[in-house]
């Protein structure tokens, strides 16, 4: 395939020749016979973005679901009408909630709003699920109850609690199909994305291995998650992170932390330890500095950074992968929830910069929007949606919002390029960066590819 005209990232405007997965040329360089033909018309060629923190299984499965929290539900009026307006006879199946729409409600409080069908809602977290009396007790005629279904005097709760492998073996649930995400994050120019489930063991890498063997997840991909990941077999899938998802009001023991990160770093794996509050991070800290860091060990979200902690991390060699993007979407119950000593450290990024740690961001997906585009507009404006600046210092350029999504996945100290020998994963845009920079949006995407192949195509005239 040969793409004309294109305005090369970091580079000059040029024609770039790909074969057998690669870049193979740069240049003035004329068509081969029968060779496929894109005209860039001077418009931007990018290395294919990257989200290095996604969902994929939760994504696919959202569009089954019901989004029971905000912006969309904000309490438990709209929350009762949204499952009233649910029509069957089985499980509804909720996500996204958030304990400002009702607390945590127990079983007894969910009937109220549906008692003729099981329901089982999914905190935003993706660590908890609340269960009404119906879906509960059929829960528990399918299988023993699990250690985190949650007990008081009056018996179980509802409240289940990072027992997700328990739930799926107990409904014999398979993983959903990959087609229709995988053509959702290629329309945004997403050649590549690293799954961040902590369960991710050898079911799902099975699963993954098959939607990519059979063509319907297009994407390249990094599967982080258990430690028994490194004892299987290579896949098409590239071995990421064991993650550690670490949880305020419930931390392992401390020795129990060391132990995971000293068994992955044994087996040449850097972990991803989850860190959304400021509790979380000083405990993250402690233990890498107990056991020593691994090159590519890193700290997802790093929610909550104070100024002394940034130090500390750059010192142990650690990347962040943030989620900018949360800024726009949950900002304004940031400002409302989190104390003000601490909202000028949320999701910082100009800071991490500055003092050498790597950065990289992922979405977060479904507990934050897929759009990477819409997370560079934010890394950008650090604007919430009613317009409010939160740590205006922690902006960052069009150019640096961009390089969020484009390091080397396992790398991150490293940003893709096109160049020859480069893997031929790209993203065509519709105009010149100068252009494209001022808009961020991913309606200028004009073509999606992955591997050499075209996988997303918006070009007025197709290939010749």
Known sequence: MLIRDAEIWRGDRDDVRLAAGRIEA???LPPRPGEAVIDAGGGALLPGLHDHHIHLPALAA????????PPEVVDKAQLAARLAAQHGSGWIRGILYHESVMGLPDAPALDRLVSDRPLRI??????????NSIGLDKLLQLAPPPPG???DARGYTGQLFEEDDWLRQALASAPPGFGDISGSLARFGISGLTEMSPRNAAQMAAHFAAEMASGALSQKVVLAGALSLSDIPPGP?????????LHEAALPPFDEATTFIADAHRRERPVAIHCTTEVELVFALAALEATGSLSGDRIEHAGIVGDDHIPRIADLGLAVVSQPHFIAERGDAYLRDVEPRHQGELYRLASFIGAGVPLAAGSDAPFGSADPWAAMRAAISRTTAAGQIIGGMEALSPEAALGLFLAVPQDLLRQRRIAVGEPADLCLLALPWQAARDRLSADDVRATIIGG????NRIDQPPA
């Open 237 to 245: 899938w590239h071995l990421g992170p064991a993650k550690l998802h």
């Open 26 to 28: 740069l240049g003035q």
């Open 453 to 456: 192949e075209i996988v997303y």
């Open 122 to 131: 999914q905190h935003r977290s993706g660590r908890m699920w609340l269960l």
């Open 62 to 69: 959202k569009a089954a679901s019901v989004i029971c929290g």
């Open 149 to 151: 279904l949650v007990r």
